[in-house]
């Protein structure tokens, strides 16, 4: 199956090409229907479109340089690909999806970009993947195949590593629930078949091919074993369903709702009904040790959190630019009170910019040979995002008020209603219509169904928040503060 899909050479893809290649069997499903196309599906169909689009700026001289690489064999493909083997290259890529991000302002959070960085770092690591001897795959070689697949076809990843719960206890001791998470069903000699369900998949109905992962919360016990995999399969593979969460495009006008007509990124559980996966698609199986550190000893936790940050300081950057434009649209820009509550959204900015730049600046070598960002300051970005974020919303919440929810719409203004609104939508320094559409962009942020997905996804989508911050506790240098207080005691 992985050798017939393989296409030398052809590097990065149009927007044309990509929807194309979407257009095949998928079993996709939403409000009690399959959907035949998600290129013409309402609530999908805009998304993949505008994904489309930023594909399409990778031919543009005006990014592509920036956003793409030559690489040895001539071949054009994503920056997000380019194994770092510098300082210099580090930047780079960061300078790439920092780009990447800033076509959304942040808010299409799951750009191709973010799983290229995690496949970039698995086959830089295939030392790692070599120590694998359970089951029939050369895992190594087959990341190698799969990165190059990938990479020289431009293909669009999601990914799925959280397995549902039927017990927070049951969880908690590491333990899953074979009813619900999804495990290896059967083996033979030609690969594997798997049952069960995964969470989550941002982007996944409208994706080319789907990692999934183990979690990073599995116990080293032979009762996990059924659960430890690592693979990467088409979303059109028969037996994989994905069910969509309700979307948020409703169809409106890019006026009526700016931000969901444009960036609506279809969250979806995945079902996996004895989907067979070859030996060639496999990249760890059977070792739960090996599967807990696969993000962490291949750096993909920190290539994929330098991706992150990038993204977030794009998107602290538009809600700074949000509230001051509302400040200057109501003449309150010299309110201190106002002026306190933007502050603290610029200081949120520049603490993520600061974090992003110390990161990068203090690249080092790995034991896999690539650059990699410094972890500490993007461990501390992605902590702290979750928190930043809900607290710019309610900023926003706080100095919008009623104003909302004082939003007519685009159609509003073309009938006998206009000289009224035009009257009464008036800010001190903006005209109705042009301050219903500000408005409008900031209820898209703060209160629609788009908005409110955008601050579940930073709360939750890097992880269960008492892990992550667990896990920073863990990594954290505290033997060097400790020492500190125990040299005053001694003193
Ligand atoms: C919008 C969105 C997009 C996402 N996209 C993806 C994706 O593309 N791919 C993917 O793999 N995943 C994705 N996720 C899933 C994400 O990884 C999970 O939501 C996350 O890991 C939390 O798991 P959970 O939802 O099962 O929450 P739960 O584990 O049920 O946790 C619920 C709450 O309880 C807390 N909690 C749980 N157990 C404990 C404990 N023992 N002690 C203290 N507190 C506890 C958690 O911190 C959390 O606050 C996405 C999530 C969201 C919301």
């Not at 996709?28 to 994904?51: E, H, K, P, S, Y």
């Not at 920073?472 to 003193?491: E, G, H, M, P, Q």
Request: hydrophobic residues 40%.
């Amino acid at each position: 199956m992985f050798d017939s899909q393989m296409k030398n050479g052809a590097g990065i893809r149009t927007g044309a090409q990509y929807l194309a290649g979407l257009q095949d069997d998928r079993e996709i499903w939403t409000g009690g229907q399959r959907i035949a196309d998600v290129t013409q599906a309402v609530g999908i169909a805009n998304g993949a479109a505008t994904l489309g689009r930023f594909m399409d700026r990778q031919f543009d001289p005006a990014y592509q340089d920036k956003v793409t690489y030559l690489d040895s064999d001539g071949t054009r493909c994503g920056m997000s690909f380019k194994m770092p083997k510098s300082v210099e290259d580090v930047k780079a890529k960061g300078a790439a999806f920092y780009e990447w991000a800033t076509w959304s302002n942040g808010m299409f959070g799951r750009t191709p970009d973010y799983k290229n960085a995690s496949v970039m770092s698995f086959a830089a690591a295939t030392g790692f993947l070599a120590q694998n001897t359970k089951g029939q795959g050369d895992y190594a070689a087959n990341m190698t195949a799969f990165y190059d697949y990938v990479r020289t076809n431009d293909k669009v990843l999601t990914h799925t590593l959280v397995n549902p719960q039927v017990s927070h206890a049951q969880a908690a001791a590491g333990k899953f629930n074979s009813d619900v998470a999804l495990h290896v069903t059967k083996e033979t000699d030609a690969g594997i078949y798997v049952s069960g369900a995964r969470l989550l998949a941002t982007l996944g109905p409208s994706a080319d091919e789907i990692e999934v992962f183990p979690s990073t919360v599995l116990k080293a016990d032979p009762d996990n074993i059924p659960f430890a995999f690592a693979f990467a399969i088409p979303i059109a593979t028969p037996g994989l369903k994905m069910i969509c969460r309700d979307t948020y495009d409703h169809g409106k006008s890019h006026f009526d709702a700016p931000l969901a007509s444009r960036f609506e990124e279809m969250d979806a559980v995945v079902i996996f009904d004895n989907v067979f996966v070859p030996w060639e698609r496999l990249f760890l199986y059977g070792q739960p040790e090996l599967c807990n550190q696969a993000f962490g000893t291949t750096n993909a936790v920190v290539h994929m959190a330098h991706q992150v940050a990038c993204g977030k300081l794009a998107k602290a950057e538009f809600m700074t630019g949000l509230l001051c434009s509302i400040l200057k649209a109501t003449g309150r820009d010299k309110d201190m009170a106002m002026k306190g509550a933007v502050s603290e959204v610029m200081m949120m900015t520049e603490t993520v910019r600061a974090l992003l730049y110390r990161a990068e600046a203090e690249a080092h070598e790995d034991e896999w040979g690539n650059f990699v960002p410094l972890r500490g300051p993007l461990d501390t970005s992605r902590n702290l995002f979750p928190k930043f974020y809900p607290r710019m919303v309610e900023i926003l919440q706080n100095m919008g008020s009623s104003s909302l929810m004082a939003t007519p719409t685009e159609a509003d203004f073309e009938n006998e209603m206009a000289g009224d609104l035009n009257q009464y939508f008036q800010v001190a320094n903006l005209e109705a219509k042009d301050r219903v559409a500000l408005y409008r962009l900031a209820h898209d942020v703060a209160i629609s169904g788009f908005g409110n997905r955008q601050t579940l996804y930073e709360r939750f989508f890097f992880g269960p928040p008492h892990l992550m911050n667990a896990q920073y506790f863990d990594l954290y240098d505290k033997d060097r503060a400790i020492a500190r207080v125990d040299d005053l005691l001694n003193s």
